[in-house]
């Protein structure tokens, strides 16, 4: 079906509504509580656009397209609005950007950015301390432009239900479990709130302070922990060899779900108790040796102990931190070298 | 109480007849007399049931227990009278009746046939009304929604058949089709009373064409608008009339279930409302095979906690699924996908209780009241400075200037009208200027007020229209749900602004600003609720202009109720009598024995106390 906006027709699908027709046109149109995985909601009001025979103006992310739809997206008025809700929502909080880890990564600053936004013109509320009280996820009320995503995802993703709003009006607030400090709370630390969190609101403890957004190399990879596979993103600080963070990837099956090993733990491929050579226990004492030593020693001892007590006496054990090739070799040798099936894995799914 | 099923037409009509021989209303019959004390909220706010008490002492001592009978019913209109009552048979309207009245009552009255002049309504000069239809303020209305409210005992299925209760549903179910039902309701005009005033049968229309085996009728019972009383009044005085009023709408849709959505501080709503569910439920005016037709239909009560945002439709439909009370996004509509993504529709109290009387009398007699656009009566709850505060009935149309002067009885204390403000935090401001323009739709409307649910505050020179603005926005921006940010946000930094204009520390900038909000919260919130919260600002703003500059620029309140822009002073009257300074809290007034004194303006709070007790008139309030 055709639709004419800002005066141009485009093809759009049926069912489509008018923000993702324009999105997938190219069509800008500001948006901030929207989110693919968690869809239009109508709460943050900022991509309200004018529908010819439509009264008032519409949100773009609610309403769907219609044969011949004619719609503006940007007009002085609209932006006089939109202008104003982001300034309201500015000034409900502190934004400063200057210290925040979303900053270069955050759909508030952009929106504000592209409508020339400065400062905050109304008076700003006292400040609120942040919540550090678990282990991986900090909250920082003062930068939650209440959108719901996180909520969203916890209760209809994740399935975890620990969060919610609280209380009404300008007192509305994210809460995990009946207000209380996200330590205490159900939260199982996934972090997909603070994959959802377009903003610096929900952001992940362990990167704090360890690089900007722009500065980290963003490399794809699967998660090392389990067979199901998560895609994920490791944010790299090159200079230091260090992963600074994980995200989900929102494009792969996982839809940027990760659990709380896959996004968290990642400490462990700079861990200086990381074994980084081969070594043989020699009269009671590790000693480094040479691969070739500590191979040959390694195939000596089986082929002696197999031959001895037949292949059953051996079993193999695949680690989730290495590759699936690497696994794959493993059980091919247990199997067609040794000659049994005693093949096992730490995550065996 | 046993209630026998009721399977045919001709059943009702046997039990109507027999109960209309021994209605309360008439006196039951010869012998027999009956008191009907209202038992409405306001009523009973005021003492009814101590009165009721000491009515039935005298009975008793005065040897007329068996003789008489004390009926409760629902509310009569002039709640600020109250407690008042009606002697059965010659319809006798006593106000104000304290403990210590019911002796004479009985003995004067129900004894010796003496009016008891003094408990009676006092018409010009004074002079004694005693008979309820000679009353100005009920002889000028026009009840259709309330009209057995105050009539009918309330509890009673029989007394509410006799009144020809459920004889629209009766007609209906034997001998019109839905699509004839929702057409009487189109040929009568109704719109809805909730406050929109959107056309009932085009909802019911749109609710009917949607194909689903299951759908909803709901009634917004919520009623939250500050002031507004109607639903419950209907609901605590003459129940049944919503549960047939609902059965209808169920049958012209096609449902057979629907909820009740009533606020829990309406506890005596409540309790009456299913009284009369169970009642109908026994005689088999709700359940299976109503009147032995293939028509099922079953009503539940839903509690809602009381937040404003929860009459908004969507928000509604969430609160009984159990979740936050926030609106949805429409579309879709609920007569699409509303309770549990069911076709639903949702109609007021006030709509649903003329149903019954539209198809019982017929859609042309209801347009046979009202305006071209506006048919049939609207409830009016009346409040502020009127000399008569209560719930009142008239034809869509009636002149501002009727009510208040003609049937309120005029402004208190003979001051002078202002404006009415009118359809609550949702509506706006009527001046004096418009006092003979009719009340419909779209002449509210176009001066910036609404029909609303009907909330009428009067107000004389002594009200700020600042302040008026203020408070509003103050409830808006409390009952906000936080859902959108323009009216989460929004309305705190109007009230603010207002605040800031009342402190007299506003400048012309903040009221640009003021204007630039109401104009976004205006246009872009999700809801009603934000939509409309603006217009008590826009409107003030569109008719007392002047006060607002005033409070900015000249730092003046004219009504003198802004406490920061308010100065008591002593004039040159004061006799140096020391009252004043003996009364003032902060010890802010000095002076000697017989001379004048002063008041030191930095110590003053602005309490007034120094006017209040001042004999010479020598404290003026500035
Ligand atoms: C904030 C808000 C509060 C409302 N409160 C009520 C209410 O208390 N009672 C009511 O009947 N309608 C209320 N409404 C209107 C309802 O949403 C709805 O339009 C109405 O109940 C429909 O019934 P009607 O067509 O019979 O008027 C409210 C609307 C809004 C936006
Ligand atoms: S959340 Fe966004 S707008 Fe707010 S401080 Fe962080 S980067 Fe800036
Ligand atoms: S914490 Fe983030 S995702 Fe959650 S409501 Fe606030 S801004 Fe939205
Ligand atoms: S307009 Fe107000 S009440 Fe309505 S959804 Fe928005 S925040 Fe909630």
New interface residues.
């Given amino acids: 079906m055709n639709i004419e906006l800002n005066g141009k027709i485009y093809e759009v699908e049926p069912g489509q509504t008018i923000l993702e027709a324009a999105r997938s046109h190219g069509v800008y149109i500001p948006t901030l509580c929207y989110h693919a995985k968690t869809g239009?909601?109508?709460?943050?009001?900022?991509c309200?656009v004018e529908v010819e025979g439509m009264r008032?103006?519409v949100?773009a992310c609610?309403?769907?397209v219609g044969e011949d739809m004619k719609i503006v997206t940007e007009s002085p008025?609209l932006r006089?609005?939109r202008k104003?809700?982001v300034d309201?929502?500015l000034?409900?909080g502190h934004h400063d950007c200057l210290s925040c880890a979303q900053c270069g990564n955050c759909e508030l600053q952009d929106v504000a950015y592209s409508l020339g936004l400065t400062h905050p013109?109304?008076?700003q509320p006292e400040r609120k301390p942040e919540d550090l009280s678990s282990e991986f996820l900090v909250f920082d009320e003062t930068k939650c432009?209440?959108c719901g995503r996180c909520i969203q995802g916890d209760n209809c993703t994740v399935i975890n239900d620990t969060l919610?709003?609280a209380?009404?009006?300008?007192?509305?607030k994210v809460s995990f479990d009946h207000d209380l400090p996200i330590g205490s709370s159900s939260c199982v630390q996934c972090g997909e709130c603070v994959q959802l969190c377009p903003t610096g609101a929900l952001t992940d403890k362990k990167a704090r302070g360890l690089g900007r957004n722009w500065e980290l190399e963003k490399v794809n990879t699967t998660c090392p922990y389990c067979g199901v596979g998560c895609q994920m993103t490791l944010h790299v600080d090159r200079k230091q060899n260090r992963i600074v963070r994980v995200t989900g990837r929102e494009d792969a099956f996982n839809e940027g779900m990760l659990c709380v090993k896959g996004r968290y733990g990642y400490d462990f491929p700079s861990s200086p108790k990381r074994l980084t050579h081969p070594m043989i226990r020699k009269n009671g004492v590790l000693e480094q040796v040479s691969w070739e030593e500590a191979l040959d020693y390694t195939a000596t001892r089986i082929k002696e102990i197999v031959d001895r007590d037949g292949p059953d006496v051996f079993s193999a054990f695949g680690s989730g931190r290495i590759t699936n090739e690497n696994n794959y070799a493993i059980q091919k040798f247990t199997r067609a070298v040794i000659g049994t099936n005693n093949v096992d894995h730490c995550a065996r799914t | 109480m046993n209630i026998e099923r009721i399977a045919s037409i001709s059943t009702l009509e046997n039990i109507r007849d027999k109960a209309r021989a021994s209605s309360p209303e008439n006196g039951k019959s010869e012998e027999q007399e009956a008191v009907l004390l209202c038992a409405g909220g306001g009523c009973i706010a005021s003492g009814a049931y101590a009165f009721k008490e000491a009515l039935q002492s005298a009975l008793n001592s005065q040897g007329l227990a068996d003789k008489v009978t004390i009926i409760e019913t629902g509310c009569l209109g002039p709640c600020a009278q109250g407690p008042v009552c009606v002697i059965g048979r010659d319809k006798t309207y006593y106000q104000g009746l304290q403990p210590t009245d019911a002796e004479e009552l009985v003995s004067s009255h129900l004894k010796g046939n003496q009016i008891v002049e003094r408990l009676t309504w006092k018409g010009e000069g004074e002079k004694p009304v005693p008979v309820l239809a000679d009353i100005e303020f009920f002889k000028r209305q026009t009840k259709i929604v309330l009209r057995n409210c105050g009539r009918i005992v309330p509890t009673s299925l029989q007394d509410y058949i006799a009144h020809d209760g459920y004889a629209g549903l009766a007609k209906a179910l034997t001998s019109m089709t839905p699509e004839q039902v929702i057409d009487e309701v189109r040929i009568s005009g109704l719109r809805g009373r909730g406050g929109a005033g959107f056309p009932t049968h085009i909802k019911w229309t749109f609710t009917r064409n949607s194909e689903d085996p299951q759908k909803y009728i709901l009634c917004n019972a919520d009623e939250g608008d500050p002031g507004a009383y109607m639903d419950r009044s209907v609901l605590e005085g003459d129940p049944h009339s919503i549960v047939e009023g609902m059965a209808l709408g169920a049958y012209a849709i096609g449902s057979s279930k629907g909820y009740v959505y009533v606020r829990a501080e309406y506890p005596l709503a409540i309790e009456r409302l299913q009284i009369a569910i169970d009642a109908a439920r026994q005689a088999g005016l709700l359940g299976k095979r109503i009147l032995d037709t293939d028509f099922c239909f079953d009503v539940e009560i839903r509690m809602g906690s009381g937040a404003f945002v929860c009459g908004e439709e969507t928000a509604l439909i969430n609160s009984i699924e159990g979740k936050r009370g926030e609106p949805r996004p429409r579309p879709p509509f609920p007569a699409v996908k509303g309770l549990w993504q069911k076709p639903s529709c949702l109609n007021n109290v006030e709509t649903f209780a003329n149903i019954p009387a539209i198809i019982h009398r017929g859609g042309a007699w209801y347009a046979g009241m009202g305006t071209e656009k506006s048919k049939g009566t609207k409830v009016f709850a009346l409040a502020g400075a009127i000399n008569v505060s209560g719930l009142v009935e008239v034809p869509i149309g009636a002149k501002l200037r009727e009510i208040i002067y003609d049937i309120g009885g005029g402004i208190k204390g003979g001051g002078v009208f202002k404006a009415a403000q009118m359809g609550g935090p949702s509506g706006g401001c009527i001046p004096a200027a418009h006092l003979d323009v009719g009340l419909d739709y779209e002449t509210l409307q176009s001066l910036g007020a609404i029909m609303g649910s009907g909330g009428m505050i009067v107000m004389d020179e002594h009200s700020c229209m600042v302040d008026v603005a203020r408070f509003f926005l103050e409830f808006t921006q409390d009952e906000s749900c936080g859902k959108c940010v323009p009216c989460r946000e929004g309305t705190k930094r109007m009230q603010a602004i207002l605040t800031k204009i009342c402190a007299g520390e506003a400048s012309m900038e903040d009221l640009d600003l003021l204007e630039d909000l109401a104009s976004t919260v205006k246009s872009t919130s999700l809801c009603g609720l934000g939509q409309t919260a603006p217009n008590p600002v826009l409107s003030t703003l569109m008719h007392f202009r002047d006060e607002y500059v005033e409070h900015i620029t000249d730092r003046k309140c004219r009504a003198h109720v802004c406490p920061a822009l308010v100065q008591f002073n002593i004039n040159d009257n004061c006799t140096g009598c020391t009252l004043c300074a003996r009364r003032c809290p902060v010890q802010a007034i000095s002076g000697e024995k017989k001379e004048k004194h002063v008041i030191d303006q930095s110590l003053c709070i602005k309490c007034g106390a120094c006017l209040l007790a001042c004999k010479f008139e020598a404290v003026d309030k500035q």
């Fill in positions: 239009g909601v109508g709460k943050c009001r900022v309200v008032g103006i949100t609610t309403v769907q008025s006089k609005h104003m809700v309201l929502l000034s409900a013109s109304f008076p432009i209440q919610g709003f209380y009404r009006g300008a007192d509305t």
